[in-house]
């Protein structure tokens, strides 16, 4: 029996997860670590801890299951996307904290550049939009404001990188300098149509080349792990950012077929095939996966704040102890009670992007209880995924017919029933819903003759339960013209 050991660096918490040929899970480590909010609207990390909490699941994962390092046929690493780490080449340590994807720190040098008129250039080239969530204007945000770094990136000393570049980084003691093009996609430096780092895109964002690591394939080698704590040496052979591992994670091989996760934030994926579709909906392009010597696309959808409200109903309002308190809560009231939230605390991502919106609740009236709330933040979560849909099918022309779903919150059945209700098409969860970390690990497995090909990949994926629309139409339809309403009434409120 060969094991698939995959490495999920998530925005909260690093996980490693063993999982055996059939894709089942065999054990799971996870540690949670510190957030750091240096002023409004700034989020970053610590690398150290990044690591340091990746290799501990790592090795525990491993000790805890009694599976030795050679019973791993490899490693399949997968990620939170965008989050900017500069080192030094020599001595690997860190020039800054991590940036993490939700910063918003170079809101005004995205505002420049639009006015500067380069968005289409940018969008063309790189499939991304101009917005502070990218890795481009956080990289050269370090550049510019750390003393010294930027004649130093010039000089070849330093070394840029998203985290799966930093973790394998530190798993090959600095040997390997390297990311897969799913990762790379994210940077607004790299152009998803040639497959290379652009140089336009360098000269617009302000980034010498010299900082950039080698885009290898997504399944293939990125080189055997030497860390004296880690037991063995195990090739790393996938490679994924989060959301496009899910994407594989969920058997999405064929053009049309979309999935949603519902974590912190919601990202949804079409896959498209070997054509780069361009969005006029405000959508990005970016690359699936390379694998076999092609590249694949996806249109994506991502939405800042998903599972988050409810977790600011659990710490913030106090309304509820546990997350998957709010079902029951909700599901205490017939309907919202005409309450519509709009979850905009870290802005508007897709299809707005509005990097000056706030949260709304809208609605109000005495009769108003806290089970509305929590029904109206669920439904929140339900009303962007639709808003996300609706911009997919305009840009692929294709009609979804079913949407597959994952990730913490979408263990929550009326959040689903209502995202299937919203949708009118079924919403499915297969019965395996680490579908990220499954992603990386099937990328692993496909580089290294685990599995012959994504058939037996495909033939794993089995159905949980399946949701099926009950709503009347015309019901759904004036809730999401009330939504639309209330979504128009927080945009721009930072800049009122
Ligand atoms: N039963 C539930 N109902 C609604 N939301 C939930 C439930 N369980 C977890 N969540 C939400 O899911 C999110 C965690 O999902 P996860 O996929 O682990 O996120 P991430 O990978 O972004 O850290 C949290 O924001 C949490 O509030
Ligand atoms: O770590 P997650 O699961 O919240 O995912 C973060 C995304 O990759 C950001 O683009």
């Known amino acids: 029996m060969a094991y698939l050991l995959a490495l999920d660096q998530g925005t909260t918490s690093s996980r490693a997860i063993i999982f055996d040929e059939q894709g089942g899970i065999v054990n799971v480590a996870q540690k949670e670590f510190t957030q750091i909010y240096p002023q409004a609207g700034w989020v970053e990390h610590d690398p150290g801890e990044i690591w340091s909490s990746q290799l501990s699941v790592t090795v525990e994962a491993l000790a805890s299951a009694r599976i030795a390092p050679d019973a791993v046929a490899a490693i399949g690493i997968t990620n939170q996307r965008e989050t900017t780490l500069v080192w030094d080449r020599k001595t690997g340590e860190p020039v800054y904290n991590a940036i993490v994807w939700q910063d918003r720190r170079t ?6 550049l639009r006015r500067d008129g380069v968005e289409p250039e940018v969008q063309a080239r790189s499939g991304l939009l101009l917005d502070p969530y990218f890795s481009g204007t956080k990289l050269r945000w370090i550049l510019d404001n750390v003393p010294g770094a930027r004649q130093r990136a010039e000089a070849g000393e330093l070394a840029f990188g998203t985290v799966d570049t930093w973790l394998i980084w530190n798993l090959t003691r600095g040997a390997v300098h390297a990311t897969d093009p799913s990762n790379a996609s994210r940077t607004m430096l790299y152009n998803i149509r040639t497959g290379e780092w652009d140089d336009e895109l360098l000269r617009i964002l302000g980034v010498p080349r010299a900082v950039l690591p080698v885009v290898r394939p997504s399944s293939g080698s990125f080189g055997a792990t030497s860390h004296e704590n880690m037991p063995g040496h195990i090739m790393v052979a996938g490679v994924a950012g989060d959301q496009q591992a899910a994407l594989f994670g969920q058997a999405c091989f064929t053009p049309g077929v979309t999935k949603n996760t519902y974590g912190t934030g919601c990202f949804m994926l079409m896959q498209t095939g070997t054509t780069p579709v361009a969005s006029t909906n405000r959508l990005l392009t970016t690359v699936a996966w390379n694998t076999g010597g092609a590249t694949e696309y996806a249109l994506e959808g991502s939405v800042f704040i998903g599972g988050a409200v409810v977790q600011w109903l659990r710490d913030g309002l106090k309304i509820i ?60 979560i339900a009303f962007q995924v639709a808003d996300l849909v609706s911009a997919m099918e305009a840009d692929s022309g294709i009609r979804l017919e079913e ?69 009347a139409k015309e019901q759904a339809a004036e809730m999401r013209a009330k939504w639309t309403r209330a979504v128009a009434r927080a945009r721009h409120w930072e800049e009122a």
């Open 403 to 471: 949407l597959r779903v994952d990730g913490g919150a979408s263990k929550n059945n009326l959040l689903l029933q209502f995202q299937a209700d919203l949708l009118g098409v079924p919403v499915i969860r297969p019965q395996v819903t680490e579908t990220t970390a499954l992603g990386a690990a099937y990328l692993a497995g496909l580089a290294t003759g685990v599995y012959g090909s994504r058939g037996v990949i495909a033939s794993q994926w089995k159905e949980d339960r399946r949701f099926v629309p009950s709503m």
């Open 107 to 112: 809101a005004g040098f995205c505002d420049q």
């Open 321 to 380: 102890r546990t997350a998957p308190e709010i079902e029951e809560l909700a599901a205490s009231v017939p309907d919202n009670g005409g309450v519509y939230l709009v979850p905009a605390f870290a802005g508007l991502g897709a299809p707005h992007w509005d990097a000056y919106a706030r949260g709304a609740m809208l609605g109000l009236t005495r009769g108003v209880t806290s089970a509305h709330i929590a029904r109206a933040a669920l439904e929140s």
